[in-house]
């Protein structure tokens, strides 16, 4: 588990294909001092697993289904990505629940600049928008972000100047894509309803005189 609190401006320093998989070595010297084989290790929000670590470098390989999810795919040496540490247990969520796992991609539509920040709009897949709300949270590139405005096609976040300056964000240019993970909360919440309220008595405690 994330909390799209980005904590280092990485680099992809190589790519290796390899069918329809793909194999990523990212420089990352924050994010792998203490990581080892099987850690994980958000990149531009996709969760993935640690293969093996040196010189402040890590691999990961990036499967099929998460190739044609992200915009992963995309990524050449040189590529800008941004990288996070799964929080630890007890620690501050700075942001809101991310899990890596993206929903699907979006694309830059628009900057606006502000005095100290930009308005950044973003398509919107059709799938996900009952997911997207004003003042939500959602994770664009692995960051956590609040929702300004929310349509059936696109939405639009505030960047402040800490956003543009330590994350991939400060680069995107419209008709680039980004990675779009929706506040898991929001499905769970469908789906419950989706399937109504569970019976009385079927619970944990039946039978033992609680609620």
């Not at 998460?66 to 941004?82: C, E, K, Q």
């Not at 898991?184 to 469908?190: F, N, P, Q, S, W």
Request: proline fraction near 5%.
């Amino acid at each position: 588990m994330f909390t799209g609190i980005i904590e280092e401006l990485g680099e992809v320093t190589a790519v290796e294909q390899t069918g329809d998989s793909a194999r990523l070595r990212l420089r990352g010297p924050l994010v792998t001092e203490g990581a080892a084989h099987g850690d994980s290790i958000a990149v531009n929000g996709v969760c993935l697993t640690v293969v093996d670590t040196g010189g402040g470098e890590f691999t990961a390989d990036v499967m099929a289904e998460t190739l044609s999810r992200s915009s992963l795919g995309a990524l050449v040496p040189g590529s800008r990505v941004n990288l996070e540490r799964p929080m630890a247990l007890g620690g501050r969520l700075g942001g809101h629940l991310v899990q890596g796992h993206v929903d699907g991609t979006g694309t830059i539509l628009d900057r606006a600049p502000g005095d100290q920040w930009e308005i950044v709009t973003v398509s919107l897949p059709a799938g996900l928008a009952r997911y997207v709300v004003e003042k939500g949270s959602i994770t664009v590139d692995g960051v956590s972000l609040t929702v300004v405005d929310a349509a059936d096609d696109r939405f639009t976040v505030s960047l402040i100047p800490t956003t543009l300056a330590l994350t991939t964000l400060g680069l995107k240019q419209p008709g680039d894509p980004v990675n779009l993970e929706v506040d898991v909360l929001a499905k769970y919440v469908e789906r419950l309803l989706a399937h109504g309220t569970a019976p009385r008595g079927t619970g944990a405690g039946a039978g033992a005189g609680l609620p």
